[in-house]
Nanobody, 114 residues
């Protein structure tokens, strides 16, 4: 059963922007804080941003001030607006619950390169 469907990745030049989307079920969206994770090439998966059911947000230091997590309750969708992208942001991006309680989706590839 697919629990998370990520989209919106692509190739972008340094300094550019992308907006990622993650669609999930109402049962997951309504019961868990949601988070974005990323896995750079050859590295472990890491947490990037989270948003609680109350709308509070938290970010990894590496993306603070550049990335914004948000959600649309009517669409059961979480977004990640990524601005001022850097080559080190290159990774496969995933969403899941805070604490990664769900099955991982396929993710969406983000490549930042000139």
């Amino acid at each position: 059963q697919v629990q998370f469907v990520e989209s919106g990745g692509g190739l972008v030049q340094p300094g550019g922007s992308l907006r990622l989307s993650c669609a999930t079920s109402e049962s997951i969206f309504g019961n868990y804080a949601m988070a974005w994770y990323r896995q750079p090439p050859g590295k472990h998966r890491e947490s990037v941003a989270l948003i609680t059911r109350g709308g509070s947000t938290n970010y990894a230091d590496s993306v603070k001030g550049r990335f914004t997590i948000s959600r649309d309750i009517t669409k059961n969708t979480v977004y990640l607006q990524m601005n001022s992208l850097k080559p080190e942001d290159t990774a496969v991006y995933y969403c899941n619950t805070d604490g990664a309680n769900g099955s991982w989706g396929q993710g969406t590839q983000v490549t930042v390169s000139s």
